[in-house]
């Protein structure tokens, strides 16, 4: 079974920091960009932080100079590294990647969503 998994999250006061990661697991052949993103109560999903497979990186405004994206492309991992957290970071974190996988004998390529991994900052 084709599958991203978040985990990480957690309750942390503000200031402190938080490790995220997201492991692709079944018949993968490629991983193309893997993103964070995230959605807080009563907002839109937001796109967080993104890595190709280069490691060519993307941040957001607001989490510039705070959040660190990266990748292990043979672990098919990405971590998201957030430090100097603030309450505004309070949300549901999300990885995605658009993957090539093996369903049986046929190569099917399909954009994954983990299910979200629960990141609350206290001030």
């Known amino acids: 079974q084709v599958q991203l998994v978040e985990s990480g999250g957690g309750l942390v006061q503000a200031g402190e920091s938080l490790r995220l990661s997201c492991t692709a697991s079944?018949?993968?052949?490629?991983?193309?960009?893997m993103q964070w993103s995230r959605q807080a109560p009563g907002r839109l999903r937001e796109l967080v932080a993104s890595?190709?497979?280069?490691?060519?990186?993307f941040y957001a405004d607001s989490v510039k100079g705070r959040f660190t994206v990266s990748r292990d492309n043979a672990k098919m991992t990405t971590h998201l590294q957030m430090n100097s957290l603030k309450p505004e970071d309070t949300a549901v974190y999300y990885c995605n990647a658009p993957l090539s996988y093996f369903s049986g004998s046929s190569l099917r390529h399909r954009d994954y969503w983990g299910q979200g991994t629960q990141v609350t900052v206290s001030s």
């Open positions: 890595i190709t497979t280069d490691g060519n990186t």
């Open positions: 079944g018949h993968i052949v490629s991983i193309s960009t």
